[in-house]
């Protein structure tokens, strides 16, 4: 498998991004050390989490993925093995959100305390703060990288246009760019990312790393009509995609599975690889042997007849 730049950082990666957000939610510790163990045994070495992770479950405070993920390197030894990227900015309680220098200095400090490390490969803005100046936020990324607490950063859920000012901040200050995207993209959710981020990207070698990559989960074709959406957390969200274009790109998913003896949701994340300008997707597993369907995908070259026949039924 051939590893791919993330932008201009220096950083090389595996074309899958493990996604950290099911650990201390649908995958308990023990779980997810058996999860990262066989990850980083296939020879995969990009995880992503966020301290915001998973705060949104009952008696859970925000950290716990980054705490677990911390609590295995520790145990394992394998920080060595990994490149490793959490994200910022989210609320985490009163008073502990956005990208202020104030808040970024602390809020590093506890990310590094939680994962049980001296630095984070990827620390990504989680949202724009636009109460805060690009330039306080990019000097103090700047200044963080300078301390080697950070090698690189990225942004995610940024408006392209808040992107491009960003770039060009961290141009006429000397400052440190952000050199990765993480966008929302996967073969049902196309047209955002390729009308308003796509060429961004490519014009700036940029790094892209996308979320919800099997579309909450409709592109493993586990849920095919509304009686299937009980069958996990995630089914609620699932339920727009029910309709003739998501049928379509469940056919020809369907098809090609078929013609490579491999899952619908596999195909699916070795599309999104097929994409120019892409550096890996992310996805998320809560048993061994979903992880080891969907890094297949990274073995699975697709033939430009395969990759048309996706394109076609999932075109908006």
């Not at 999860?35 to 296939?42: G, K």
């Not at 998973?54 to 145990?75: A, C, D």
């Not at 990765?180 to 700036?204: G, H, I, T, V």
Request: net charge positive.
């Amino acid at each position: 498998m051939e590893k791919r730049a993330l932008g201009r950082s220096g950083i090389s990666v595996l074309p899958f991004v493990f996604g950290g957000n099911v650990f201390g939610w649908t995958a308990d510790e023990k779980t997810s050390f058996g999860l990262l163990d066989a990850f980083v045994d296939h020879g995969f070495n990009f995880i992503d989490t966020a301290d915001v992770y998973s705060r949104w479950v009952p008696g859970n405070k925000g950290g716990e993925s980054e705490t677990i993920i911390g609590n295995w390197l520790k145990q394992s030894g394998k920080r060595d093995k990994i490149v490793l990227a959490t994200k910022v900015g989210k609320p985490m309680g009163e008073d502990k959100k956005g990208l202020s220098k104030a808040y970024l200095t602390k809020a590093v400090e506890d990310s590094l305390t939680r994962l049980k490390t001296d630095h984070i490969d990827l620390y990504q803005s989680h949202d724009d703060d636009k109460d805060t100046p690009l330039t306080e936020t990019l000097e103090t990324y700047t200044d963080l990288i300078q301390q080697g607490k950070v090698r690189a950063i990225g942004a995610s859920n940024f408006s392209a246009g808040r992107v491009r000012e960003s770039l060009q901040v961290s141009k006429n200050n000397g400052f440190a760019r952000y050199e990765c995207l993480q966008p929302e993209y996967n073969l049902y959710d196309r047209e955002n990312y390729e009308k308003q981020y796509e060429s961004l990207a490519r014009e700036n070698n940029l790094g892209v790393i996308t979320y919800y990559s099997l579309a909450s989960g409709f592109l493993t074709g586990k849920y095919r009509s509304e009686s299937d959406l009980n069958k996990s957390p995630r089914g609620g969200g699932i339920k727009k995609y029910l309709n003739g274009r998501g049928y379509r790109i469940l056919a020809a998913l369907d098809k090609v599975a078929g013609e490579y003896n491999a899952t619908p949701a596999t195909i699916a994340l070795a599309w999104v690889m097929a994409r120019p300008g892409i550096t890996a997707p992310i996805a998320s597993a809560t048993s061994v042997h979903q992880l080891k369907e969907l890094i297949k995908a990274a073995g699975i070259k697709l033939s430009g007849e395969s990759i048309t026949l996706l394109t076609t039924a999932s075109n908006y």
